[in-house]
C-alpha cells in the first residue's frame, strides 16, 4: 500500500521562485525522508526529519513535519533550472531495517 | 566511496530469454532492496535483504524472479523467462542506519528492455 503521497504530481515554476511539495502519509513513522530523482539516475537522499521534530533546514530546502496532520512539506527556495527532478517524500515507520515507503513523487520542473 | 554499483546499465534482450541484474551495495551497509520504476507504477519495492538474508520477497511480482545475496558485497535479481511487461528500470539500494543517521543509497540502475 502508498504510505507516501506527494502533492502536486507536477509543478513548474520560474527560475528564482519557491518551489513547495507536500507528502501525507497514513499511520504512525519514525522518520521522513525527501529524495531527488534526476531524470534516468538513482534517487539521492536529500534530508531527514524525525518524528519529535518539526522543521529542518539544509542550504536551501526546508522540511516540516506535522505528525498531527500526518503531512510533511519540502519547500526549496530561489529555485534553478539544476532543480529540475521527481522529488519522493519516503517514510520509515521504526527504527529498524523495515524498508522506507516511497511516494509517487513530485516532477519539479524549473524554467530558466 | 563508489556508491552502490549496477551492471548492466542498460539491458536489451528478446522475450524469453534469462536475465541477470548485478549489484554491489556499499561496504559496511547491512539492508540492501531491490525495486522497480515505471511511469505507470511507480517505484516498487521488489525484495530486501538484511545481513544477507531475504526478509520478504512480497513485492516479486511472479515465479519468474528470483535474488540472491551469497554474501555482503554481492546480490542478483533473475529473471527467467524474461516478458516484454518486465520492462521497466531497476533499482539496487543498500542503506545505513547509525548513530541516529538513515540513509539509502541507490545505485544508478538498470534499464532493461524486453522485446
Known amino acids: 500500500s502508498q504510505q507516501g503521497e506527494e502533492d502536486p504530481q507536477a509543478l513548474s515554476i520560474q527560475e528564482g521562485e519557491n518551489a513547495t511539495m507536500n507528502c501525507s502519509y497514513k499511520t504512525s513513522i519514525n522518520n521522513l525522508q525527501w529524495y531527488r530523482q534526476n531524470s534516468g539516475r538513482g534517487l539521492v537522499h536529500l534530508i531527514l526529519i524525525r518524528s519529535n521534530e518539526r522543521e529542518k533546514h539544509s542550504g536551501r530546502l526546508r522540511v516540516t513535519l506535522d505528525t498531527s496532520k500526518k503531512s510533511s512539506s519540502l519547500l526549496i527556495t530561489a529555485s534553478r533550472a539544476a532543480d529540475t527532478a521527481s522529488y519522493f517524500c519516503?517514510?520509515?515507520?521504526?527504527?529498524?531495517?523495515?524498508?522506507?515507503?516511497f511516494g509517487k513523487g513530485t516532477r519539479l520542473s524549473v524554467i530558466a | 566511496d563508489a556508491g552502490v554499483i549496477q551492471s548492466p546499465r542498460h539491458e536489451v534482450t528478446e522475450m524469453g530469454q534469462e536475465v541477470t541484474l548485478r549489484c554491489k551495495p556499499i561496504s559496511g551497509h547491512n539492508s540492501l532492496f531491490w525495486y522497480r520504476q515505471t511511469m505507470m507504477r511507480g517505484l516498487e519495492l521488489l525484495i530486501y535483504f538484511n545481513n544477507n538474508v531475504p526478509i520478504d520477497d512480497s513485492g516479486m511480482p511472479e515465479d519468474r524472479f528470483s535474488a540472491k545475496m551469497p554474501n555482503a558485497s554481492f546480490s542478483t535479481l533473475k529473471i527467467q523467462p524474461s516478458e516484454p511487461r518486465d520492462s521497466a528500470v531497476y533499482f539496487c539500494?543498500?542503506?545505513?542506519?547509525?548513530?541516529?543517521?538513515?540513509?539509502?543509497?541507490f545505485g544508478p540502475g538498470t534499464r532493461l528492455t524486453v522485446l
Open positions: 519516503a517514510t520509515a515507520l521504526n527504527s529498524g531495517n523495515t524498508p522506507l515507503v
Open positions: 539500494a543498500s542503506r545505513l542506519i547509525a548513530g541516529g543517521a538513515d540513509t539509502q543509497y
